[in-house]
């Protein structure tokens, strides 16, 4: 079954530092997401991204925050200088079309990312 | 904006047993879905089962089944001859109907199958 791939598993980095967290969504979707996961915390939406555009983000992903797809396969979400509170687990997620209730999200295994 | 609470921050089980995890949100939306999604020790999340608001029959998926009651607003997950394998953490999630495409998760329940 395809699937949602994440790189890398662990990322560490210091604090004002650039991160780039990258993601292969699954081939034949259309619908791109970033969430996060503060230890502790509720999983929470970043942002959804759809023919080359944010189609919504939430107050989370400020200005310090952006995705790109940089060619047909890669999703990637940047970092721009990073914050001890930006430590969390990042799921990328992929689906198929416009009703996700009915095509649901498939998700990655997550980025670690841990910020010194 | 839409919560989702899961009371139960831990639970567990004996293998073949039944358990039931709870799930109650709040909405002022009529037409939403709702979502139990299954992640595994360092595994990938894993949508388990889903439910539409307007259809008045509880899904199921093998094993697992919910009941759901939109007026009380809860959605519980009950998984029956339970596995070692369902040993995970369950996210309860709520999607609109219509507008918005984001999942909005409770904090997860970590259930545990013992042998």
Same mark, same amino acid.
């Given at each position: 079954?395809?699937?949602?791939? !994440?790189?890398?598993?662990? !990322?560490?980095?210091?604090? *004002? ?24 915390? %509720? ?9 080359? /555009?944010?189609?919504? %983000?939430?107050?989370?992903?400020? #200005? !310090? ?6 060619? *047909?396969?890669?999703?990637?979400? %940047?970092?721009?200088?990073? %914050?001890?509170? #930006? ?8 689906? /198929?079309?416009?009703?996700? *209730? ?5 998700? *990655? #295994? ?7 | ?21 709870? @799930? ?18 360092? $595994? =990938?999340?894993? &949508? ?8 008045? =029959?509880?899904?199921?998926?093998? $094993? ?12 519980? &997950?009950?998984?029956?001859?339970? =596995? &070692? ?6 996210? @309860? ?9 984001? &999942? ?12």
């Amino acid at each position: 079954e395809p699937e949602v791939t !994440q790189t890398p598993s662990h !990322q560490v980095t210091q604090m *004002g530092q650039e991160v780039i967290l990258r993601c292969v969504p699954i081939s034949n979707h259309l619908y791109f997401y970033w969430y996060r996961q503060i230890l502790g915390q %509720k999983v929470e939406f970043l942002v959804s991204f759809y023919n080359n /555009e944010i189609s919504e %983000k939430s107050e989370i992903f400020d #200005d !310090q925050f952006s995705v790109e797809r940089p060619d *047909g396969s890669n999703f990637t979400l %940047k970092i721009r200088s990073t %914050k001890l509170e #930006d430590s969390a687990m990042y799921f990328c997620a992929s689906s /198929e079309g416009v009703r996700a *209730g009915n095509q649901p999200q498939h998700f *990655g #295994d997550g980025t670690r990312l841990s910020i010194l | 904006a839409q919560t989702v609470t899961q009371s139960q921050p831990e639970m567990s089980v004996q293998e073949a047993e039944t358990v039931t995890l709870s @799930c109650t949100y709040d909405t002022s939306e009529n037409n939403y879905y709702l979502f139990w999604y299954k992640q595994p020790p360092s $595994r =990938q999340m894993i &949508l388990v089962i889903r439910q539409e608001a307007y259809k008045q =029959q509880n899904a199921t998926e093998n $094993r697992f089944s919910v009941n759901f009651q939109k007026a009380a607003k809860s959605f519980s &997950l009950k998984i029956s001859d339970s =596995q &070692l394998g369902d040993t995970a953490m369950y996210f @309860c999630a709520f999607m609109n109907w219509g507008g918005s495409e984001k &999942l909005v998760f409770g904090k997860g329940t970590k259930l545990t199958v013992n042998p």
